[in-house]
């Protein structure tokens, strides 16, 4: 090109005098060039048929369709065709069929003028083979610039790859033997994680590490890994290294490798051929590991159940692997030493149940260890790393002492000095602790470190506090017989321990149940009127409801209280414990912090033992109380006594009759005592043997009391009716040798009891007459009912039939002002939804009358006979519809059919703005073990919570009736029916995340019977 440039160059300077010969002279230069593109498309393209040819990578040229134009000998020699029965195929013949669709998207790409970078594609040969190629094509375009025919580059890159594997086969080992190196705890667990992970990532079923002990002689498994669990382990027990029966054996002994597919071992390995095939081993490599002096340290051995090439080029790489393991394993030797010489100081460390620390003289941490985590509930790390420093751990009333103690430490060299003080938990709880600390100095006596011991002290602190309070509770409680007294000495003693600074005690009256409060301290009544004030959220009520102690924090308390008097009291912490006696609840004591935000753990047992001790001083406060007044009413009643008491012999003879003797049988004391009247002829003849047969009884049973009411004959003659209580009287031997009892005139009792009997039949007989009554009403309503239905349905039939008439004729009239159409058909809607109304009360009004059956349900077949009614609308949407398995049920088939049509019918309608509407029908267990859980959820709309308590009113709806139709009736009729057959209905939603509707009803059981039974 750049010789014509210059021929016209030189043409142009020649000739320009001379426009004709210009004329001339330029046609002959463009025929000139001309001939010379000719001449250079020529060359190009014999050029290019060289490279067409020559190139290693197989070339094919494609045409817009897909189909081949051409393609090189090396298309053809990979592909394993002729060349020329591949021209004119489409090039998806050639291709793995998954991979069809990405290839015609490809060639969409391409022919939209989009670059395409290098992409991989996996083609197969004419005998199946599949094989990865690499592809570079672009679009040939013609002379106008439109797209031409598709050439493309493809290279195999099979063994590329298998190098990539391999490499990256190497790197995982490395990594493997290196992180075992690094983690492994022991030899053990060095080989198990070593051996582990090479059989997997080098491809074998089964390995095993043995490990030579020097001293026996013997090669010890230490480790194996079997991933083929059906095939039996090799041989696992230790065995001599001059055992002739095992290949690893002779690999030790011989110190060389030996591989199952090298031709120079089969003759080595011949004798084992035979126990090779009882174990089904098939190939197999074991390689020995010999430390920088070739002394034998280990075996290792990798074993396959399956034919398995060894390829030569790869013992390279296992003699690096058994090098790198053979590193790992002496550095874990060592380490093992290094470990075993530290054993005593390691069973020091385990053992201490303290903290031993050193610092610098300035405090700067130089270790913690010990039980660090467990007694201050940080890291030794953090504390190392002063987050937090120590001294804001230590609590703020002994901030002080501590400082002080500590600075006197640091500036005396040689110092010993010992203190018990507190700090405050990670977690917040307190610990008491005693620690020890020394300055430590160098000969010059200048001070170089502080070490010391810190042992945890509080269960000693909190029982050395605990007998204090107890005592103190003790003596007071021992003297005080007024129960406020007591329990004013004791909240005062309670509120000494640890954080507890106030409280209160409630006190449960017996009569009414009420809990009063009884005692505060530093409260103020407005907080302890409020904190008893029923509330499911008080934790003074969640204490009184689960009978256990209720702890609150500053947080807790906030929200379940009254924050503004929560701040009024600057309370942190609150405990409500409820206090115990004989498994009753008799009182509440509350307990608050000002100081701390929890009540630490410990604190908490403290005051659960102290209530105990509560409990018991209100319990024997009480019972000297009842005590005394069981005494005063005692002497009251021996005074006051309006019945008989009495004592008989073994022979029901009186010793003594005494209290209202005469008033009630008209004889004194003297007479039936001396036996001027005997007791026999004052009881009525009717009456006298049951009598004696239930003494009898008393006497077989002498634990029971007796009581019998019976009529007596008074000395004028009149028939009264007594009440007799008495109890057996046993002698030393245990025999029945009387009788203690006492008497009671029942005769106006009897004469009520009779007045009764006749109201209560009268009162029978009018229960019958109101039953009828009610019955006829009943059926005067659902005459009513079904009467109204009719009469209204007429007029709205009516109204709806003139409205289709007057839409009919203005349909017809030209110039209708369209407002006029829309108010007809506004009619119409109407008239519809009201008829919708009337059915859906007619049936809501049913549901309380129709007579109800149970029978056993196939809940089954009952989901799918629903289902199949929404065939068509299951058929024209996109809804999945899972069904769960549904056990048979007890019910009435018709109703249980009715609030399944209402459910599924709702959860189709709310999800009909969903692309795929998701409906789940299933059960769940139910807290009554007779019954199950039904639910039915969808990925609908759903509803707001907030507004939950109108979901099952008649006529309250939570939509729009533009955006969902309805009436507002179903689900209170849906409700209704699951009521009356012994079940509850509830619902649980979110906006936009769908709605589950549960409902529980009666399951059946095997034994019950497919019968009607009428409800």
């Given at each position: 090109?750049?010789?014509?440039?210059?021929?016209k160059e030189?043409?142009?300077n020649?000739n320009?005098?001379?426009?004709?010969?210009?004329?001339?002279?330029?046609?002959?230069?463009?025929?000139?060039?001309?001939d010379?593109?000719?001449?250079e498309?020529?060359?190009?393209e014999r050029?290019?048929?060289?490279?067409?040819?020559?190139?290693n990578?197989?070339i094919?040229?494609?045409?817009?369709?897909g189909n081949y134009?051409?393609?090189?000998?090396?298309?053809?020699?990979m592909?394993?065709?002729?060349?020329?029965?591949?021209?004119?195929?489409?090039k998806i013949?050639?291709?793995?069929?998954?991979?069809?669709?990405s290839?015609?998207e490809?060639?969409?790409?391409?022919l939209?003028?989009r670059i395409i970078?290098?992409?991989?594609?996996?083609f197969?040969r004419?005998?199946?083979?599949v094989?990865?190629?690499?592809i570079?094509?672009?679009?040939?375009?013609d002379?106008?610039?439109?797209?031409?025919?598709?050439?493309?580059?493809v290279?195999d890159?099979?063994?590329?790859?298998e190098?990539?594997e391999?490499?990256?086969?190497?790197?995982?080992a490395?990594?493997l033997?290196?992180?075992?190196?690094?983690?492994?705890?022991?030899?053990t667990?060095?080989g198990?994680?070593?051996?582990?992970g090479?059989t997997?990532?080098?491809?074998?079923?089964a390995?095993?590490?043995?490990?030579?002990?020097?001293?026996?002689g013997?090669?010890?498994?230490?480790?194996?890994?079997?991933?083929?669990?059906?095939?039996?382990?090799?041989?696992v027990?230790?065995q001599?290294?001059?055992?002739p029966?095992?290949?690893?054996?002779?690999?030790?002994?011989?110190?060389?490798?030996?591989v199952?597919?090298?031709?120079?071992?089969?003759?080595?390995?011949?004798p084992?051929?035979?126990?090779?095939?009882k174990?089904?081993?098939?190939?197999?490599?074991?390689?020995?590991?010999l430390?920088?002096n070739?002394?034998?340290l280990?075996?290792?051995?990798?074993?396959?159940?399956?034919?398995?090439?060894?390829?030569?080029e790869d013992?390279i790489?296992?003699?690096?692997?058994?090098?790198?393991?053979?590193?790992?394993?002496?550095?874990?030797?060592?380490e093992?030493?290094l470990?075993?010489?530290?054993e005593k100081?390691?069973s020091?460390?385990?053992?201490?149940?303290?903290?031993?620390y050193r610092?610098?003289?300035?405090?700067?941490p130089?270790?913690?260890?010990?039980?660090?985590?467990?007694?201050?509930g940080?890291t030794?790390d953090?504390?190392?790393?002063w987050?937090?420093?120590w001294?804001?751990?230590?609590?703020?009333?002994?901030?002080?002492?501590?400082?002080?103690?500590?600075?006197?430490?640091?500036?005396?060299?040689?110092?010993?000095?010992?203190?018990?003080?507190?700090?405050?938990?990670?977690?917040?709880?307190?610990?008491?602790?005693?620690?020890?600390?020394?300055?430590?100095?160098?000969?010059?006596?200048?001070?170089?470190?502080?070490?010391?011991?810190?042992?945890?002290?509080?269960?000693?602190?909190?029982?050395?506090?605990?007998?204090?309070?107890?005592?103190?509770?003790?003596i007071?409680?021992?003297s005080?017989?007024n129960l406020?007294?007591?329990?004013d000495?004791?909240?005062?003693?309670?509120?000494r321990?640890?954080?507890?600074e106030?409280?209160?005690?409630?006190?449960?009256?017996?009569?009414?149940?009420?809990l009063?409060?009884?005692s505060?301290?530093?409260?103020s009544?407005?907080?302890?009127?409020k904190?008893?004030?029923?509330?499911?959220?008080?934790?003074?009520?969640?204490a009184i409801?689960?009978g256990?102690?209720?702890?609150?924090?500053f947080?807790?308390l906030?929200?379940?209280i009254?924050e503004?008097?929560?701040?009024?009291?600057?309370?942190?912490?609150?405990?409500?414990?409820?206090?115990?006696?004989?498994?009753k609840?008799?009182?509440?004591l509350?307990?608050?912090?000002?100081?701390?935000?929890?009540?630490?753990i410990?604190?908490r047992?403290t005051?659960?033992?102290?209530?105990?001790?509560?409990?018991?001083?209100?319990?024997?406060?009480?019972?000297e109380?009842?005590?005394?007044?069981?005494?005063?009413k005692?002497?009251?009643?021996?005074?006051?006594?309006?019945?008989i008491?009495?004592r008989?012999?073994?022979?029901n003879e009186l010793?003594?009759?005494?209290?209202a003797?005469?008033?009630?049988?008209?004889?004194?004391?003297?007479?039936?005592?001396?036996?001027?009247s005997?007791?026999?002829?004052?009881?009525?003849?009717y009456?006298?043997?049951?009598l004696?047969?239930?003494?009898?009884e008393?006497?077989?049973a002498?634990?029971n009391?007796?009581?019998?009411?019976?009529?007596?004959?008074?000395?004028?003659?009149?028939?009264?009716?007594?009440q007799?209580?008495?109890?057996?009287?046993k002698?030393e031997?245990?025999?029945?040798?009387?009788?203690?009892?006492?008497m009671?005139?029942?005769?106006?009792?009897?004469?009520a009891?009779?007045e009764?009997?006749?109201?209560y039949?009268?009162?029978?007989?009018?229960?019958?007459?109101?039953?009828?009554?009610l019955?006829a009403?009943?059926?005067e309503l659902?005459?009513?009912?079904?009467?109204?239905?009719?009469d209204?349905?007429?007029?709205?039939?009516?109204?709806?039939?003139?409205?289709?008439?007057l839409?009919?004729?203005i349909?017809?009239?030209?110039?209708?002002?369209?407002?006029?159409?829309s108010?007809?058909?506004?009619?119409?809607?109407?008239?519809?939804?009201?008829?919708?109304?009337?059915?859906?009360?007619?049936?809501f009004?049913?549901?309380?009358?129709?007579?109800?059956?149970?029978?056993?349900?196939?809940f089954?077949?009952?989901?799918?006979?629903?289902?199949?009614?929404y065939?068509?609308?299951?058929?024209?949407?996109?809804?999945?519809?899972?069904v769960?398995?549904?056990?048979?049920?007890?019910?009435?088939?018709?109703?249980l059919?009715?609030?399944?049509?209402?459910?599924?019918?709702?959860?189709l309608?709310?999800?009909?703005?969903?692309?795929?509407a998701?409906?789940?029908?299933g059960t769940?267990?139910s807290k009554d073990?007779?019954?199950?859980?039904?639910?039915i959820?969808?990925?609908?709309?759903g509803?707001?919570?907030?507004?939950?308590?109108?979901?099952?009113?008649?006529?309250?709806?939570l939509?729009?009736?533009?955006?969902?139709?309805g009436?507002?009736i179903g689900?209170?009729?849906?409700?209704?029916?699951?009521r009356?057959m012994?079940?509850?209905?509830?619902?649980?939603s979110?906006?936009?995340?769908?709605?589950?509707f549960?409902?529980?009803?009666i399951?059946a059981?095997e034994?019950?019977?497919d019968?009607?039974?009428?409800?």
């Amino acid at each position: 090109m750049v010789k014509v440039e210059r021929k016209k160059e030189e043409s142009t300077n020649k000739n320009s005098k001379d426009p004709q010969m210009n004329q001339d002279s330029s046609n002959s230069v463009v025929t000139d060039e001309i001939d010379i593109l000719k001449q250079e498309l020529i060359e190009t393209e014999r050029k290019a048929l060289g490279l067409f040819e020559l190139t290693n990578d197989a070339i094919f040229l494609i045409d817009l369709d897909g189909n081949y134009i051409d393609v090189n000998q090396r298309a053809a020699e990979m592909l394993g065709y002729n060349r020329h029965d591949m021209i004119g195929q489409s090039k998806i013949n050639f291709i793995v069929e998954e991979e069809h669709e990405s290839a015609k998207e490809k060639l969409e790409d391409l022919l939209a003028g989009r670059i395409i970078p290098i992409y991989t594609r996996r083609f197969k040969r004419s005998d199946g083979t599949v094989f990865p190629t690499e592809i570079n094509a672009a679009v040939v375009q013609d002379e106008e610039g439109e797209p031409a025919y598709i050439q493309s580059a493809v290279r195999d890159i099979s063994e590329r790859l298998e190098a990539e594997e391999a490499l990256e086969r190497e790197r995982r080992a490395y990594h493997l033997i290196a992180e075992a190196t690094i983690f492994a705890t022991d030899i053990t667990d060095l080989g198990q994680r070593i051996i582990s992970g090479l059989t997997h990532i080098l491809g074998f079923d089964a390995s095993t590490f043995r490990l030579y002990d020097s001293n026996t002689g013997l090669l010890i498994p230490v480790a194996q890994e079997d991933f083929i669990q059906a095939v039996p382990n090799p041989d696992v027990i230790p065995q001599p290294l001059e055992s002739p029966d095992h290949i690893f054996a002779l690999a030790a002994r011989e110190k060389r490798a030996l591989v199952s597919t090298k031709f120079e071992d089969r003759k080595l390995l011949a004798p084992f051929q035979e126990k090779m095939k009882k174990l089904g081993i098939h190939d197999f490599i074991t390689w020995p590991l010999l430390d920088g002096n070739n002394r034998l340290l280990g075996v290792l051995q990798f074993i396959s159940y399956k034919p398995k090439e060894i390829p030569e080029e790869d013992m390279i790489f296992f003699q690096t692997i058994a090098r790198m393991f053979t590193v790992a394993l002496e550095r874990k030797r060592a380490e093992e030493k290094l470990k075993e010489s530290e054993e005593k100081y390691r069973s020091f460390a385990q053992n201490f149940q303290g903290i031993a620390y050193r610092t610098k003289i300035d405090w700067t941490p130089v270790f913690f260890h010990g039980a660090v985590k467990e007694i201050t509930g940080y890291t030794e790390d953090e504390l190392l790393f002063w987050n937090p420093r120590w001294e804001k751990i230590v609590h703020p009333n002994d901030t002080e002492y501590v400082s002080k103690m500590e600075n006197e430490l640091r500036i005396i060299p040689g110092n010993v000095i010992e203190l018990e003080y507190r700090i405050i938990r990670k977690d917040g709880q307190i610990r008491w602790i005693h620690e020890i600390s020394q300055n430590i100095c160098d000969e010059n006596r200048i001070s170089i470190y502080i070490q010391g011991a810190i042992n945890d002290i509080s269960e000693r602190k909190r029982t050395e506090n605990m007998q204090i309070i107890q005592q103190d509770l003790g003596i007071s409680l021992s003297s005080i017989t007024n129960l406020k007294e007591a329990l004013d000495s004791v909240l005062k003693a309670t509120c000494r321990i640890d954080v507890i600074e106030c409280g209160s005690i409630h006190l449960v009256d017996k009569d009414t149940g009420i809990l009063n409060p009884i005692s505060t301290k530093e409260l103020s009544k407005e907080f302890v009127d409020k904190i008893s004030y029923y509330s499911t959220e008080s934790p003074f009520t969640k204490a009184i409801l689960t009978g256990q102690p209720i702890y609150s924090d500053f947080n807790d308390l906030t929200r379940d209280i009254d924050e503004k008097i929560v701040k009024n009291e600057k309370l942190h912490a609150l405990a409500n414990i409820p206090i115990y006696s004989e498994d009753k609840i008799v009182a509440m004591l509350t307990l608050g912090s000002r100081t701390s935000d929890t009540i630490p753990i410990n604190t908490r047992k403290t005051l659960e033992i102290t209530s105990s001790i509560i409990g018991g001083a209100i319990a024997r406060i009480r019972a000297e109380f009842a005590l005394r007044e069981s005494d005063e009413k005692y002497r009251t009643f021996v005074q006051n006594f309006q019945g008989i008491a009495y004592r008989l012999n073994h022979l029901n003879e009186l010793l003594f009759f005494a209290g209202a003797v005469e008033e009630i049988t008209g004889y004194t004391s003297e007479e039936l005592v001396d036996g001027k009247s005997s007791r026999d002829e004052i009881i009525h003849p009717y009456d006298l043997e049951e009598l004696n047969q239930k003494l009898k009884e008393s006497i077989d049973a002498p634990s029971n009391i007796g009581k019998h009411e019976y009529r007596i004959i008074t000395k004028d003659g009149q028939i009264r009716w007594v009440q007799d209580i008495w109890q057996p009287l046993k002698d030393e031997m245990g025999a029945v040798d009387g009788f203690l009892g006492s008497m009671h005139n029942i005769t106006d009792r009897k004469l009520a009891q009779n007045e009764i009997q006749k109201l209560y039949q009268d009162l029978e007989r009018r229960v019958e007459d109101r039953t009828e009554q009610l019955t006829a009403t009943n059926k005067e309503l659902t005459a009513f009912s079904y009467s109204v239905s009719h009469d209204l349905r007429t007029p709205i039939r009516h109204i709806g039939g003139f409205a289709t008439l007057l839409e009919k004729r203005i349909s017809s009239i030209e110039g209708v002002d369209e407002k006029i159409i829309s108010y007809t058909q506004k009619i119409n809607d109407s008239v519809e939804e009201m008829n919708k109304l009337i059915d859906g009360l007619l049936t809501f009004s049913r549901m309380s009358r129709v007579e109800m059956v149970r029978i056993r349900i196939n809940f089954t077949e009952l989901i799918q006979d629903v289902l199949n009614d929404y065939q068509v609308e299951l058929g024209n949407r996109k809804i999945d519809v899972t069904v769960s398995f549904l056990p048979d049920v007890l019910g009435d088939p018709s109703l249980l059919r009715l609030v399944l049509v209402n459910l599924v019918a709702n959860a189709l309608k709310f999800t009909k703005k969903k692309d795929i509407a998701q409906i789940e029908i299933g059960t769940m267990p139910s807290k009554d073990p007779d019954k199950i859980t039904v639910f039915i959820s969808d990925n609908g709309v759903g509803f707001d919570m907030k507004y939950y308590d109108r979901l099952f009113g008649v006529f309250q709806r939570l939509h729009k009736n533009e955006d969902f139709d309805g009436t507002g009736i179903g689900l209170a009729t849906v409700q209704r029916v699951v009521r009356r057959m012994g079940g509850t209905i509830w619902a649980e939603s979110e906006i936009d995340k769908g709605a589950t509707f549960y409902f529980s009803i009666i399951k059946a059981s095997e034994d019950d019977e497919d019968q009607q039974i009428k409800d």
